[in-house]
């Protein structure tokens, strides 16, 4: 399997699906993580996103306890993050280490905006 384009880390199904599916329609290949927790095992194993986008509200791991592990590790800290939050309060205390914010719920065109600038351009789905 390819290295996916986005790792989606969001604990709440809905969101982690519609945002999955808006992007697999636009070309992008997501992998989705339940929580932070499964997304450092993912991270840890060798796959290597071109964008994180991350929630931080969740159990296991939560959003900051993950991007504070990503910025502490050498293979990984230089690897995009754009939070996902409905919580201001948390993104303040950790957007100094993230490559931007976008509060839920979460605008299209803003998400699409931000993933261009990350990830190489692809041509939309046309099934």
């Known amino acids: 399997m390819p290295a996916p384009d986005i790792l ?3 604990d709440d199904a809905d969101i982690r699906e519609a945002l999955m ?3 697999e329609l636009e070309g992008y290949a997501v992998a989705a993580a339940r929580h932070g927790g499964e997304a450092w095992a993912l991270l840890d194993a060798g796959v290597r996103p071109a964008l994180i986008l ?3 509200a969740m159990p296991v791991l939560s959003g ?6 990503i910025r ?5 800290a230089a690897l995009p993050i754009v939070i996902l939050t409905a919580f201001g309060s948390l993104a303040a205390g950790v957007s100094d280490a993230a490559n931007g914010c976008l509060h839920k719920p979460v605008d299209l065109a803003d998400l699409l905006s931000i993933v261009a600038r990350h990830c ?3 041509a939309a789905s046309t099934g």
């Open 72 to 76: 502490a590790d050498a293979r990984l």
């Open 54 to 56: 991350l929630d931080l």
């Open 21 to 23: 599916l808006a992007l």
């Open 64 to 69: 900051p306890e993950l991007l504070a592990r």
């Open 120 to 122: 190489a351009p692809h």
């Open 8 to 10: 989606l880390v969001d």
